[in-house]
């Protein structure tokens, strides 16, 4: 590969990573000429990179990439596929991998479950006020054990912001390295789950505190 197509795909994984939610498949459709082995390769050492310093949200999405495309191009080589579109490139882009694209977790907006236990670790989540949020396994395990089937944490995170005087949301943090906190009324309503915002996203990694 020449090093003018490595800088191009190099391009077309970091418009991956900035898209608006949903928008990934179109993206790559548009520029299928750079879909190949490759690309694939360059995916999982982004990946590698992006996990390296903690970026675990866009580490997991071009990781989903990698792994659908790869699976296309498996099936390609071996006769495989579905309903064909036009001809791009050296490869025949068929509604298999659109499908694949659109069902991959990290290009699909989810709205935030309503219990702890229907959450995933580190996927991406929506809450009604458009903010993306997510949450770490550490995370999840104590809001299981702390909410029990109240879920109040979660549905604290779910309003979003509010002013911090008698109202149920998410607060400032006075945490250093973190920049808003979990705050509920009511039984339980002494701890808090603090979160810090990674690459647009309010990430619940699992650190909680006592107020009294």
Known sequence: MNEERIEASRNLIQQLLTCPSGEGPQILKQQFELVDEEFVRLCEQEAQKLQQVGKENQAVLLRNVAQTVGEYLNRQRSGGGGKFLPTIGDLRLDATLIDGLNDTEAFKSKSLPA??????????????????????????????????????????????????????????????????????????????????????????????????
Not at 157 to 177: D, F, Q, W
Not at 196 to 205: E, N, Q, R, S, T
């Open 115 to 212: 219990s702890w236990s229907e959450i995933q670790p580190d996927r991406v989540y929506t809450t009604q006020n458009k903010m993306l949020v997510s949450f770490g396994t550490k995370q999840i395990n104590q809001g299981e054990q702390y909410d029990g089937t109240t879920n109040k944490h979660l549905k604290a995170i779910e309003k979003g912001r509010v002013t911090p005087r008698g109202n149920m949301g998410l607060v400032t943090s006075e945490v250093e390295g973190y920049d808003l906190k979990s705050k509920v009324l009511g039984k339980g309503g002494d701890r808090r789950f603090h979160g810090k915002i990674i690459d647009g996203v309010l990430h619940f990694p699992g650190y909680t505190t006592t107020e009294h």
